[in-house]
T-cell receptor, first 114, second 113 residues
Framework: EAQVTQNPRYLITVTGKKLTVTCSQNMNHEYMSWYRQDPGLGLRQIYYSMNVEVTDKGDVPEGYKVSRKEKRNFPLILESPSPNQTSLYFC?????????????FGAGTRLSVL | KNQVEQSPQSLIILEGKNCTLQCNYTVSPFSNLRWYKQDTGRGPVSLTIMTFSENTKSNGRYTATLDADTKQSSLHITASQLSDSASYICVVSAGGGADGLTFGKGTHLIIQP
């Protein structure tokens, strides 16, 4: 079954405590991306990756890092979380935004930074 | 700047009725247009993907249309069901070598019994 798996689903942390949200896909997709979703703002892209070792900034990259060491995994790292990073986060994968391929989203990670 | 505007922002209809959601875009160059359904607190799920040459695409009770000349798309839902209550997001891909997805803010649809 085609799947994008995010962990954890829910996370409460405190300001400044480093955290990592994992994302894994089983479809051998080259393209992966991270989004955050906030009320009234819709989905906004944080980072994306065209392939292994190739990553680039999206619309709201400040305060986030990513890595793509393997094709299937694309973790999102918050080195020093702040309250304004409280949000709902989604990982997604596809063959590519230009390929017309279906984009699969994970179930989401709800993060609260106190 | 590439933009995708959706209307209405929210919509309430009675179960069994039809409805149409609108999407206008200013994205260039154009590669494809997608409609997603997002249930509250869950990840978006793809409904349809249309390329430049496609005018209409259906997925069950969902029918998307695309007018590439006027840069407009619509999503028509027939005989609505309570399970159709969700946000519907229009996404346009600009194609090319770099990431080119532009997301609309979505239409929040509520189906009342």
């Amino acid at each position: 079954e085609a799947q994008v798996t995010q962990n954890p689903r829910y996370l409460i942390t405190v300001t400044g405590k480093k955290l990592t949200v994992t994302c894994s896909q089983n479809m051998n997709h080259e393209y992966m991306s991270w989004y955050r979703q906030d009320p009234g703002l819709g989905l906004r892209q944080i980072y994306y990756s065209m392939n292994v070792e190739v990553t680039d900034k999206g619309d709201v990259p400040e305060g986030y890092k990513v890595s793509r060491k393997e094709k299937r995994n694309f973790p999102l790292i918050l080195e020093s979380p702040s309250p304004n990073q409280t949000s709902l986060y989604f990982c997604a994968s596809s063959l590519g935004p230009w390929a017309g391929g279906i984009q699969y989203f994970g179930a989401g990670t709800r993060l609260s930074v106190l | 700047k590439n933009q995708v505007e959706q209307s209405p922002q929210s919509l309430i209809i009675l179960e069994g009725k039809n409805c149409t959601l609108q999407c206008n875009y200013t994205v260039s160059p154009f590669s494809n247009l997608r409609w997603y359904k997002q249930d509250t607190g869950r990840g978006p799920v793809s409904l349809t993907i249309m390329t430049f040459s496609e005018n209409t695409k259906s997925n069950g009770r969902y029918t998307a249309t695309l007018d590439a000349d006027t840069k407009q798309s619509s999503l028509h839902i027939t005989a609505s069901q309570l399970s159709d209550s969700a946000s519907y997001i229009c996404v346009v891909s600009a194609g090319g070598g770099a990431d080119g997805l532009t997301f609309g803010k979505g239409t929040h649809l509520i189906i009342q019994p």
